[in-house]
């Protein structure tokens, strides 16, 4: 491995994966954006268009694992700029597609190289970070991610009010830069892939996994994603039909709780490897329900303080757990992070259906007290998580 490599994390290397982290999943905010329009301007119904957001959740999170799987199996770097250009290709080509099927098969192909991409990242985020900066590492790349989430709308709204749909089709620009950029970048990232260790026969020696605290703190992630999409569902509504506020600013505080938890990413990273993974795994299972339950009781702006807060205790521990996971499956690293970044998130978005309805019968307030409760049984299960890695196959 090249001198450059020994910092704690290699920042061109993790620059380029988190950038290209960022420009993958613009397209996943696009989708959101691109619905309101796709009702009034191609009058497909509500339920197709939550057909289109369950399509757009699978594609992009659920089948993340697979990928991971392939990816450690027979590693191919260039799953990256693919995935990067076919996210953008299949959003951009949703805006001009002539019939529902065609766009939902969009959405599905933008989904599928969302998927493609972060499994593949991931493994090079974590080789560019030495053991001691892996968790400051994964976190840079995770926040990429979280901004590229944040942007897709902010990108994609401007285009379509002044072109129509057919302004989606500039998202191919953005997309098929950072591939190119990718690309190009492929080499140098191969460089940074460890040498197989051999025992003396030459067979090749076989990394420990400890597959039970990897399921738990898999559960421990599900947990947090209720919590995640829970709120992004639901805080608008939450101001407005409870605290009796204007819609926009029920937006703004969503906005201050998901620039809060990018900032809480890069403050995460650090602190675990310094104070170690569980142990900032733990703190923010702690602290989630106090702020949730304190969150409940406060008007408008105090509640934005706190909202920010919830936001750094939540979103800033995305980049730890994908680490812990990596950890916990060092032979498979893709696929942990398929679980972590994926599958497990995915089933959080899916969450938001009973959520919704709890909210329905029982009215916001009594949802966002459930939504305190729900990071109790993440702090039991992270309390059961080694504080050192072991091979472990039990459960």
Known sequence: ???????????????????????????????????????????????????????????????????????????????????????????????????YPLILLCVVLSGLGVAAFHPEA?????????????????SFFSVGGNIGFALGPALTTPLVVAFGLPGALFLILPAGIMAAVLFHELPRLRSFRPKKIERKDGSP???????????????????????????????ASYYYQVLGTSAALGNAALTVMLGAGAVGTLV??????????????????????????????????????????????????????TVMGQEYLPARIGFAAGITMGFSIGLGGVGAVPLGALADHMGLHFMVLVLAALPLAGFALTLTLPRKVHASSGL
């Open 1 to 99: 491995m090249s001198a450059v490599a020994e910092r704690s994390v290699d920042r061109r290397g993790m620059g380029t994966l988190s950038a290209g982290h960022l420009f993958t999943d613009v397209n996943q905010g696009a989708v959101a954006a691109l619905i309101p329009y796709l009702v009034s301007e191609r009058g497909i119904s509500l339920a197709a268009a939550g057909t289109l957001m369950l399509a757009a959740t699978v594609s992009s999170s659920v089948v993340q694992p697979l990928f991971g799987v392939f990816s450690d199996n027979k590693p191919l770097p260039a799953l990256m700029p693919l995935g990067v250009l076919l996210a953008g290709v299949g959003i951009a080509l949703a805006g001009i597609a002539p019939s």
């Open 205 to 235: 020696a076989n990394e420990p996994e400890a597959w039970g605290p990897f399921v738990r703190m898999t559960l421990v992630v599900a947990v947090r994603s209720f919590v995640y999409f829970g709120l992004v569902s639901f805080v």
């Open 122 to 138: 991931a493994r090079f985020a974590n080789y560019v970070s030495s053991s001691s900066g892996r968790a400051r590492g994964m």
């Open 268 to 321: 995460a990273g650090p602190l675990a490897d310094r104070f170690g993974r569980r142990t900032i795994l733990l703190a923010s299972m702690a602290l989630l329900p106090v702020l949730l339950f304190v969150f409940a009781f406060l008007g408008p702006f105090p509640g934005m303080v706190v909202l920010a807060l919830v936001g750094a205790a939540t979103i800033g521990t995305f980049g730890v757990t």
